[in-house]
């Protein structure tokens, strides 16, 4: 009868034990079927992002051409307009230089025409046919 107790007790014990690991095993398979909803979750999730990310990499892409190409199209207008701007540089130059020579004659002109008289003039007018060279200086004047 002792040994039937003690068969019968190891028997349950085992039983025990072995309906004990069963319930570990569904609990690690709830566990790992959650798991896997989170994954799954997770992986769409990832997907998207990352049809995102190339659609957005391909609009950057995009964009960077065009800045590229607009960037070349200001290089090149800014090559454009230095040349214009040493064309006007030099025109400049080349007015200043022509004022700075042409200044004293107009200084000397407003000398010469100070000096007139009003004795001078009277004396043009008496001219009835003034030489052309008068004539043009009257006009100017």
Excluded: F, H
Excluded at 17 to 40: F, H, M, P, T
């Amino acid at each position: 009868k002792r040994l039937l107790a003690t068969k019968r007790s190891d028997l349950l014990n085992n039983a025990e034990r072995l309906e004990g690991g069963i319930n570990q095993i569904r609990d690690a398979s709830e566990k790992v079927d959650g798991l896997n909803a989170i994954l799954a979750e997770k992986t769409v999730a990832v997907e998207n992002a990352s049809q995102e990310t190339k659609a957005l990499m391909k609009d950057v892409e995009e964009k960077k051409g065009i800045v590229e190409a607009q960037t070349a199209i200001a290089a090149e207008e800014a090559a454009k307009t230095n040349v214009v701007v040493r064309e006007v540089e030099a025109v400049e130059a080349e007015c200043q230089r022509e004022l700075a020579e042409a200044l004293p004659a107009l200084e000397a002109a407003k000398a010469a025409v100070a000096g007139l008289k009003k004795d001078d003039i009277n004396t043009l007018k008496s001219y009835p046919k003034p030489p052309d060279d008068v004539a043009m200086v009257a006009n100017c004047v």
